[in-house]
């Protein structure tokens, strides 16, 4: 099982839909993260979970509802989105927040139409 | 100011050279640590390297080694040997303590392809 898996890996919605991605690790991480990446953009980071507790909301808009249940799950709930919420969704985790190397996962490509 | 400065235009090296990806950085944290990743078009990021803003060593990791200029405020990335397989986007970036906790921030990356 590689380190860090999302599902699913392609997802187009419409903007009145409401969907869910999902992000597991496997490597005992203690910190999740996700990230947004659009085109040409710098990645930018949306939320930080440590042990669970969300530790950083980047001014993220409350159509991204983040969740995680456990240190091995992180799910984003999705709805009412916009056009340009289109892009790569990453997850990623670390041994503890910000502090060490994350380790990605293959992201979600997100289409809003 | 952006705190990680990425300017190159898309980078070409020949297979079995080697290349310099250019990482200049901002901070006023004494103990911040840089990374590199790699992107390849699957998506996935790819930890490559790490440096320590005290450490007194450049990092290496096998065909990656970090040129590590404190002064200049430059971690730029050298990859030996190149291989087709190293063709993707490469970011670099930065850990900073903001207050009681630490952010990473990315550059906007570099596009590498690497010709045969």
């Known amino acids: 099982e590689t380190g860090v898996t999302q599902t699913p890996r392609h997802l187009v919605m419409g903007m009145t839909n409401k969907k869910s991605l999902k992000c597991e690790q496997h490597l005992g991480h203690n910190a999740m993260y996700w990230y947004k990446q659009s085109a040409k953009k710098p990645l930018e980071l949306m939320f930080v979970y440590n042990f669970k507790e969300q530790t950083e909301n980047n001014s993220v808009p409350s159509r991204f509802s983040p969740e995680c249940p456990n240190s091995s799950h992180l799910f984003l709930h999705l709805h009412t989105l916009q056009p340009e919420d289109s892009a790569l969704y990453l997850c990623a985790s670390s041994q503890e927040a910000e502090i060490y190397e994350q380790y990605f996962g293959p992201g979600t490509r997100l289409t809003v139409t | 100011a952006q705190k990680i400065t990425q300017t190159q235009p898309g980078m070409f090296v020949q297979e079995k050279e080697a290349v310099t990806l250019d990482c200049t950085y901002d901070t006023s944290d004494p103990s911040y640590g840089l990374f590199w990743y790699k992107q390849p078009s699957s998506g996935e990021m790819i930890f490559l390297i790490y440096?320590?803003?005290?450490?007194?060593q450049n990092a290496t990791e096998g065909r990656y080694s970090l040129n590590f200029q404190k002064a200049r405020k430059s971690a730029n990335l050298v990859i030996s040997a190149s291989q087709l397989g190293d063709s993707a986007m490469y970011f670099c970036?930065?850990?900073?303590?903001?207050?009681?906790?630490?952010?990473?921030?990315f550059g906007k990356g570099i596009t590498l392809s690497v010709r045969p």
């Open positions: 440096q320590g803003s005290y450490d007194q």
């Open positions: 970036a930065m850990r900073e303590r903001t207050g009681a906790n630490s952010k990473l921030t």
